[in-house]
């Protein structure tokens, strides 16, 4: 085995020499260029330099030439990543855009990285246009308010829940048991409304999963009174929900948090808060989805996808179920939404109709588009980004303009940024479709598609 | 022979114009069969009723003792016919060897569940499969093409491509629209030997739909005529060919007289 890996290193070196020399060039020009920039507006300090060595140690040598070398990148982000909450607060000040993203703006972002792979499964895998994603983390956000607070105080169940009253009125189960049941039953509405819609091409699919997405937020807002029941318990939503935890039993026997809300220890010195046990489960989470993404996009039925995406047609010619197969992309995507939505609902505490507006829906799309259709990196960076800047970034673009008197300058006066969210977004769609269509980090089979096109225009129709 | 395929009084309508007007049609195991006829004849029209792109108005379809009208396209595939198209439908940005794989889903059995647990006897199907696949395309003639996107293939490969995307769905009865359609003389003979190795090799049924009669001559052991949706000729190619009615479809109605 070990002796297969030298001699696989030994046989690809030469590329790898080459290419990281190349590389070294590339890396050298821009990301010094990047440094220099940086540290003349006065972000010049010891982790600037540590971020330029790591981001240069994951990019320059070309990793991905090598057997297994593709795990070191990957590797390295993930520690990145699961240390984030330990060194964010040393990290330099970015100009323009502030301080680098809080821990709890972290959490947000890792949630909306899972939506968005979500989507991309629908989107980028399956080419079906949905614009009605919101409604699966509706769904997801409401199963998790349902099993996991006090909304039906009729019932008292109690099953595995943490930092509730044994005596406390409602369902209140693991939420780790909700996440699970919200996904599960997320992926069945997933199939049940894809049933009937899945059947329409194009743009006809579009507009029904648009009506979709706007049915949903309603429900939720007038579910107040559904047949005499109250499901939804209207604009007010459902609040409190259940913390996620493990319970007294493995916390004693483990050492993993008892309750999310009540945990408070020290790790090397650092004061471990609640919100980075969210962030970690979060980015569990997110690694799952990635972890499914992948497998789902190398197999039968991922080649069944981009093949019904490619050409509807022959697919079916070649034996793939168009209905069955679609209506799998759906319940994926919406299986990953349904986590979502309840894992967002538990680290808020609450599920409100107003989170569930079509805009979500078209933002989410936004991140896939942006960051490049069908490319599990692309959408993550894509997803990252803009949830960053919806929580925090354009905050802070708006304190530096006014600050600044950038805003003066312009306008006349101080401007409040985040107002204008998504004329911005949708300034940023406008521009991306102009200048890159296939997205930031596309993947090599959309950048051909954006190119020469697909032959989705059927020169009949399946009658079926 | 027994029949593998045959059509009673199949018939299909678009609003008011008939396309195929109650043909009967059969097709004996293992043979090449040929439907020709000028353009507009209702060949390809015909030939996606039996691949179930279109629903019959009328008449029944019988393949392998199966009723199969109006049955979905990737049913009919399951059962036995691949099919190629006129106006080459490959999947352009997937290589070749996942266009074949493609062509092997009804074959190969991994849902969404093992997939993502990668289990044991799934990565042996996918192995399997690739084989499989790769051995195809050495046999269609795209040897060393495995990795490249259909779309980057010269135009005959493409066609090879189709083919060995048809055939890596293990059908019984092969389906070519207009296999020859752009190629050269040269290429279009090397095609149709390339044809009855493989009924000779495989033990296929093949039909084929050409507009030009002298191609399938050569290969067919029968030839089915459609003028207007209509059968006006059936034989062997020589019959055919001596046939009035065909040649006055082909060639106007003036050409007997000269």
Redo the contacts between chains.
């Keep these: 085995m070990f002796g297969n890996l030298v001699a696989g290193i030994r046989a690809r070196w030469p590329e790898f020499e080459q290419e990281t020399r190349r590389r070294a060039v590339r890396g050298g020009i821009v990301g010094g260029a990047a440094f220099l920039v940086l540290a003349l507006t006065g972000a010049a300090s010891l982790s600037l330099v540590f971020t330029f060595v790591v981001a240069l140690a994951l990019y320059v040598p070309a990793w991905s030439r090598l057997p297994r070398g593709r795990w070191v990148v990957l590797i390295g982000v993930i520690l990145i990543a699961v240390l984030y909450p330990f060194y964010q607060v040393n990290m330099f000040e970015m100009p323009i855009f502030g301080e680098f993203p809080s821990v709890d703006t972290g959490v947000t972002m890792l949630i909306f990285i899972m939506m968005a792979l979500g989507l991309n499964i629908v989107v980028g895998y399956a080419g079906l246009l949905d614009l009605g994603y919101v409604a699966f983390y509706a769904m997801g956000a409401y199963t998790a308010a349902w099993f996991a607070s006090q909304h039906f105080s009729g019932a008292n169940v109690h099953f595995g829940a943490v930092g509730v009253n044994p005596d406390s009125p409602g369902i209140h189960i693991s939420i780790w048991i909700v996440i699970f049941i919200a996904a599960v039953f997320t992926a069945v509405v997933g199939v049940i409304i894809g049933f009937p819609t899945l059947r329409l091409r194009g743009d006809y699919l579009a507009i029904v999963t648009l009506g979709f997405g706007e049915i949903m937020p309603q429900i939720a807002r007038n579910g107040d009174n559904l047949f005499g029941q109250n499901v939804t318990n209207g604009p007010q939503g459902i609040n409190p929900i259940d913390p996620p935890g493990f319970g007294d039993t493995l916390h004693n026997s483990v050492g993993v948090p008892s309750d999310y809300l009540t945990y408070d220890k020290t790790f090397l010195g650092h004061d471990v808060s609640n919100v980075e046990l969210f962030f970690w489960t979060a980015l569990v989470l997110v690694l799952f989805t990635v972890f499914c993404s992948v497998r789902l996009r190398d197999s039968r039925i991922g080649r069944a996808w981009i093949a019904i995406r490619e050409d509807e047609t022959a697919a079916a010619a070649m034996g793939v179920p168009l209905m069955r197969t679609k209506t799998w992309a759906y319940a994926a995507g919406a299986f990953f939404g349904g986590i979502a939505g309840a894992y967002y609902a538990s680290f808020k505490s609450g599920t409100f109709p107003d989170d569930f507006f079509f805009n979500i829906s078209i933002f989410i799309l936004c991140m896939v588009i942006l960051g490049g259709m069908g490319n599990i990196w692309g959408v993550i960076i894509g997803g990252g980004f803009l949830a960053y800047l919806n929580q925090e970034g354009l905050g802070n673009i708006g304190g530096w303009m006014n600050g600044h008197g950038v805003s003066d300058f312009l306008f006349g006066h101080d401007i409040d940024v985040p107002l204008y969210q998504y004329g911005i977004f949708g300034a940023i769609l406008v521009l991306v479709m102009l200048f890159k269509p296939e997205g930031l980090i596309p993947s090599s089979r959309r950048k051909a598609e954006f190119k020469e096109g697909v032959a989705d225009q059927p020169l009949y129709d399946v009658q079926h | 022979m027994a029949d593998l395929l045959t059509a009673e009084a199949v018939r299909k309508e678009f609003g008011g114009l008939v396309a195929v007007n109650d043909v009967d049609f059969m097709i004996p195991e293992r043979s090449i069969v040929s439907l020709i006829g000028p353009n507009g004849a209702g060949k390809t029209t015909f030939f996606?009723m039996l691949?179930?792109?279109?629903?019959p108005t009328a008449g029944k379809i019988v393949f392998a003792d199966g009723n199969i009208t109006g049955k979905?396209?990737?049913?009919i595939?399951?059962r036995g016919i691949g099919?190629t198209?006129q106006?080459i439908?490959?999947?352009?940005?997937?290589t070749s060897l996942?266009n074949a794989?493609?062509?092997m889903?009804?074959?190969?059995s991994?849902?969404?569940m093992r997939?993502?647990l990668?289990t044991p006897g799934l990565k042996r199907e996918?192995k399997e499969?690739h084989q499989r696949a790769r051995e195809l395309l050495e046999y269609s003639g795209l040897r060393g093409r495995d990795n490249e996107?259909a779309?980057n293939l010269s135009y005959g490969d493409q066609r090879r491509l189709e083919v060995a995307?048809?055939l890596?769905?293990q059908p019984k009865l092969l389906l070519l629209d207009e296999p020859t359609a752009g190629m050269n003389p040269q290429e279009t003979g090397e095609f149709m030997s390339f044809v009855s190795k493989l009924r000779e090799e495989r033990g296929l049924t093949i039909l084929l739909i050409e507009h030009d009669m002298r191609v399938v001559m050569g290969v067919s052991d029968r030839v089915t005529v459609l003028d207007y949706g209509e059968k006006i000729a059936e034989g062997t190619p020589q019959e055919v060919q001596r046939d009035e009615r065909v040649i006055e479809a082909y060639l106007g109605s003036g050409a007997l007289a000269g």
């Design positions: 996606n691949t179930g792109v279109y629903k979905p396209p990737h049913a595939t399951e099919r198209f106006n439908r490959l999947f352009q940005n997937m996942e794989l493609v062509g889903h009804s074959r190969l991994g849902g969404i997939s993502v990668r996918e499969a996107f779309r995307r048809a890596a769905t």
